[in-house]
């Protein structure tokens, strides 16, 4: 098991690399994360003025205590070695992570990794530059379990439901709908890659809810997927990040009996007692070890 940086990942904006006036609003939104994006957001012949519009973004803007991420271009891509070495070469110091999308297997996350490494020696940098990997094809869900375990700076796995529903052939007119499939169409991938994000000790998000405009469907994505145990949520639109916001945030009730528990616990244990009844109901080892996600949740949030 890894030992990664603290970050609040609970809205990880998409901003288009491409766009400058998109980066400076996110730099002063709210988002936890913004990631800019040199991939699908970014034509094949503006790439080159991207990653320019990039480094020139992470250098002068001011972003706050947000993380500041890139997601370059797909390995297999004739762009992605030079979208890490450019933006690496000019705005290192003001970059946090880089995001690797349509990761296939560990050897994806191995290459960036080397690259990373390299450069990081090169700009005699004192800090270690994170990965997000996005798994958005049927054989990266399929090797998960590696992927998570592939390198010390991965931090976090993201499920992309646009493009493994594509890589899986799933009916395009489910892909959005709740009412297309019985149950949750999304069910086992997202647990697969939740377990394995857990069992890797990092951290798993929530994918991308396309249709911004139905903040009701996006709502009921963020609950489900808070409930299920994922940090955060994709927001592929400003307006999106209040709500991931709010539905990663455990609210004050809850951390205030998360905190008289754990104090009630201590106290029984002081007392060589191992399980007592609160309001009714029993708390032992594993119930305090279940409010111990919800307290250290809010301690990275400063509630």
Known sequence: MTSQPQRLRRAELAVPGSNESMMAKAAAGAADLVFLDLEDAVAPNAKAQARTKVVNALNQLNWGRKSRCVRINDV??????QDIIEVMEGAARNLDLIMI????????????DTLLSQLERKLKLDKRIGIEVLIEEAEGLINVEEIARSSPRVEALIL???????SIGVDQRAVWNPYAYPGDLWHYPRYKVLVAARAAGIDAVDGPFADF?????????ARRGSIMGFVGKWAIHPCQVAPAIAAFTP??????????????????????VGAIAIDGVL????????????LQRAALMGL
């Not at 992309?160 to 529903?165: A, E, T, Y």
């Not at 405009?213 to 994505?221: I, L």
């Open 101 to 112: 999308p349509k990761v296939r297997s560990a050897r994806d996350v191995h290459f960036v």
């Open 213 to 221: 405009k139905n903040t009701q469907g996006y709502d009921e994505e």
């Open 160 to 166: 992309g439901l646009g493009d493994f529903s594509a």
């Open 251 to 272: 609210p004050q009730a809850d951390i205030d009996k998360a905190r008289a528990m754990a104090a009630a616990y201590d106290k029984a244990l002081a007392q060589g």
């Open 76 to 81: 297999q891509t004739e762009h992605a070695y």
């Open 283 to 294: 708390v032992d080892v594993a119930t305090v070890r279940a409010q111990a996600n919800v």
